[in-house]
C-alpha cells in the first residue's frame, strides 16, 4: 500500500467500465470503486476524479489500529460531547 496517484484513478475507471459492460446485468447499479491509500493529496484527489462518470471514493488507510485505551478515550469524548449538545437543547 501506498500513497494516491492519479494514475491509481485511471486504472480503477477501467476496472469499472469493463465491470459495468462485461459483467453487471441490467438491474445491477453501477460498480464503485474505492482506493485506500496511505496518504492523498486532496489537490491531486480533485482533478484525477473531476469529469469521472464512474463513483470512485479514496481514504486513508492505517496499518495499525490505535490502542484500546485510546480508542476508549476518543468514544468517551464523543459522547461526552453528545450530552452536552443535548443538555443545551433543553
Known amino acids: 500500500m501506498e500513497a ?3 494514475a491509481d484513478v485511471g486504472q480503477m475507471n477501467f476496472y469499472l467500465n469493463y ?3 462485461n459483467e453487471s446485468a441490467p438491474e445491477d447499479n453501477p ?3 474505492i ?3 496511505l496518504d492523498r493529496n486532496e489537490l491531486y ?3 484525477a476524479t473531476a469529469g469521472m462518470d464512474n463513483l470512485i ?3 486513508r488507510f ?3 489500529l490505535p490502542s484500546a485505551e485510546l480508542l476508549k478515550t476518543e468514544v468517551q469524548k464523543i459522547l461526552e460531547g453528545r450530552i ?3 443538555d443545551e437543547g433543553k
Do not use: H
Open 57 to 59: 471514493l479514496t481514504g
Open 31 to 33: 460498480p464503485i470503486g
Open 84 to 86: 452536552e449538545k443535548y
Open 19 to 21: 465491470t459495468k459492460e
Open 35 to 37: 482506493l485506500l491509500c
Open 4 to 6: 494516491f496517484k492519479p
Open 45 to 47: 484527489v480533485k482533478y
Open 62 to 64: 492505517k496499518l495499525a
